[in-house]
C-alpha cells in the first residue's frame, strides 16, 4: 500500500516507531500532527538514514559533471544509504577507463561506460493499486530516469502486483492488469528501452528460477521477530504479507536477474525512492552481508503534497486530494483553485500586509517539486512571502506548469502500445558490455 492511498486506520503500525511521536511513516502510512508535515530531520535520525548534504551534492556534480537535478537541489531528495559509494565507484571506474584511454569523452554531461560495463544499476517499483497514478508516484520515476540518464546504467522497475492482491485484496488478475496499465505511465517518463527491464511480480516469479532462489535465501535469514520489528506485522496478518518484504528486497540483487545481467552477481544496486519504502531496505541491507550480498544504496525522497496540505493525505478514492495524470487541463484548474491549501493571508488586505507562508503553501510547495526554473521560484518565494504576489496569481502560474507537465505525459502516454508494454517486460539482456 502506498504513502498516499486512503489505508484503513486499523493497518499496521511499525512497533519501532516511538508512541510520543508525531509523525509516522511506513510503507502503508504517513501521518503527521504538524502543519508543515513530516519532519524530516527527525526521521533521519530513526531510521538511521544519512542527510545529503553540500559535499556530497559536489561529488555528484564533480564526477557527472553537469549540475544536479532541482529535486536533489532543492532537498526534495533529502536522504541516503551509502551514494557516496556508488559515487566512489563511478569515479573510479572512470579515472581507469580514462587511463586505459578506453572511456572517449564525457558526452553533454553523460558519461559513456560503454566498454567498461556498468558501475552499478537502478532498482525502483510501484504497486499498481489504482489505473491512474497521481503526481507524487511521478517523482521517483522522474529522478530515476534523470540518474539514467545521467550515469548511462541499467534499470530494473518491480509491479508488485502481488502486494496490492495482499494488502488491498484487489483480485489478482486486476493488479497484473494495472500493472501493465502503471506500465505504461512509466515508459512516458522516457526510460531507455535498451536499458530498462519492467517486472510483474505475479509474472516474474513464476518464470525465473534465479529470482525465486534468492527470495527463499532471503526468507530463510529474515526471522518473524526481525520483520515484526520492522513492519509491525501482528499475528494475525497472513503469511502473505509476513514474507512479502522479502520480495521487494530481492532485485536489490543483481544475480536474481540473470538474462538481465549475464549472471554477474555483484553489481552494486541503488535504489531511489520516498522514504515511506525504506523499512523493506533497512531490512534487505541487514540480510545482504549474510548472504554475501552487497548491500544496496538508496536515495530517499520526501513527499509531494496533498493539496489540503502536508498534513492530509493523497488517496486514490477521493480524486479532490491530489491531481492524475489522467486530468485534463480543466480539472487541474479547478483543483487547484478550490482545493490547494493556502498559505497566504485571508484578505488581500492581511496578505499584502503581513504576506504568504511559503512552507505551507500547496501552490508553492508544487512548484517547487516541478518548476524546473530557479530564478522564478526564489523570485515567487520572496514576492510571496512579502506578500506582493498574491495567491491567485501563484495558483494561476502553478496551473500552467502542470497543465503543461500532464499535458506532454498525456500525449507521451498515448503512444505507449501493449507491444511496447511487452517489449519492455519481456526478461532480456539489456545493453551495455561485461
Ligand atoms: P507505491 O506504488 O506506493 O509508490 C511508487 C513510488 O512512489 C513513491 N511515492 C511518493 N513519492 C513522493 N511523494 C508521494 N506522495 C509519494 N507516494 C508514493 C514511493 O515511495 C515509490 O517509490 N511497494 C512499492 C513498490 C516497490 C518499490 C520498489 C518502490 C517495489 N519495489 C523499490 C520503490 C523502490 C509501492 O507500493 O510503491
Known amino acids: 500500500m502506498t504513502s498516499t492511498e486512503e489505508v484503513p486506520v486499523t493497518e499496521h503500525k511499525a512497533t519501532g516507531e516511538e508512541e510520543d511521536d508525531e509523525d509516522e511513516v511506513t510503507p ?46 532543492r532537498g526534495i531528495f533529502f536522504s541516503h544509504r551509502e551514494m557516496d ?27 559513456k561506460t560503454v566498454e567498461k ?33 545521467t550515469f548511462d ?9 502481488d502486494e496490492k492482491y495482499l494488502w488491498k485484496g484487489i483480485p489478482l488478475e486486476e493488479t497484473n492488469r494495472l500493472a501493465h ?16 527491464f519492467i517486472f510483474s511480480d505475479i509474472e516474474n516469479i513464476s518464470s525465473s528460477q534465479e529470482f525465486y532462489k534468492h527470495m527463499c535465501q532471503i526468507q530463510k535469514y529474515v526471522t518473524f521477530n526481525q520483520v515484526k520489528g520492522i513492519f509491525g506485522f501482528t499475528e494475525s496478518d497472513c503469511i502473505g504479507k509476513i514474507s512479502f ?24 544496486c541503488l535504489i531511489p525512492c520516498a522514504i515511506d519504502q525504506d523499512p523493506y531496505f533497512r531490512m534487505t541491507r541487514d540480510v545482504a552481508p549474510r548472504l554475501g550480498f552487497k548491500k544496496p544504496a538508496l536515495l530517499h525522497s520526501t513527499f509531494f503534497p496533498a493539496l489540503q496540505g502536508a498534513q492530509s493525505k493523497m488517496s486514490a478514492s477521493d480524486p479532490n486530494t491530489s491531481i492524475f495524470l489522467t486530468d485534463t487541463d480543466k480539472q487541474i484548474k479547478d483543483k487547484i483553485n ?21 512552507s505551507v503553501d500547496v ?18 518565494e520572496k514576492d510571496y512571502s512579502s506578500g506582493e504576489l498574491l495567491t491567485g496569481h501563484l495558483k494561476k502560474e502553478l496551473i500552467g506548469v502542470l497543465q503543461k507537465l500532464v499535458g506532454e505525459h498525456r500525449e507521451r502516454r498515448a503512444k505507449v502500445t501493449d507491444e511496447l508494454v511487452n517489449q519492455f517486460m519481456t526478461p532480456r539482456k539489456l545493453k551495455y558490455d561485461y
Not at 502510512?29 to 519532519?39: A, D, H, I, R, Y
Not at 530531520?41 to 555528484?60: M, N, P, Q, T
Not at 518484504?245 to 552494486?268: C, E, L, N, V, Y
Open 28 to 73: 502503508w502510512l504517513v501521518s503527521s500532527k504538524s502543519e508543515k508535515g513530516v519532519n524530516y530531520d527527525k526521521l533521519i535520525d530513526k531510521f538511521g538514514s544519512s542527510k545529503i548534504d553540500d559535499a556530497l551534492l559536489k561529488k555528484f556534480e564533480e564526477v557527472t559533471g553537469k549540475p544536479v537535478h532541482h529535486l536533489l537541489r
Open 85 to 111: 559509494q556508488i559515487l566512489e565507484i563511478v569515479k573510479k571506474g572512470k579515472d581507469e577507463t580514462v587511463k586505459e584511454g578506453k572511456l572517449k569523452t564525457v558526452e553533454e554531461g553523460k558519461l
Open 117 to 149: 560495463g556498468t558501475p552499478f544499476y537502478l532498482y525502483t517499483g510501484r504497486g499498481p493499486s489504482s489505473e491512474a497514478m497521481h503526481l507524487g508516484h511521478l517523482i521517483p520515476f522522474i529522478f530515476t530516469k534523470w540518474l539514467q540518464d
Open 153 to 161: 546504467v541499467p534499470l530494473v522497475i518491480q509491479m508488485t502486483d
Open 181 to 196: 496499465e502503471n506500465a505504461k505511465d512509466i515508459i512516458a517518463c522516457g526510460f531507455d528501452i535498451d536499458k530498462t
Open 245 to 268: 518484504p522479502a520480495i521487494q528486497a530481492t532485485p536489490s540483487f543483481s544475480g536474481a536477474f540473470p538474462k538481465i545481467f549475464s549472471g554477474k552477481k555483484d553489481i552494486p
Open 338 to 358: 478550490k482545493y490547494a491549501y493556502s498559505g497566504g493571508g485571508s484578505t488581500v488586505e492581511e496578505h499584502k500586509e503581513k504576506g504568504g507562508d511559503c
Open 363 to 380: 501552490a508553492f510547495q508544487y512548484m517547487k517539486f516541478f518548476s524546473e526554473d530557479d530564478d522564478r521560484l526564489a523570485q515567487i
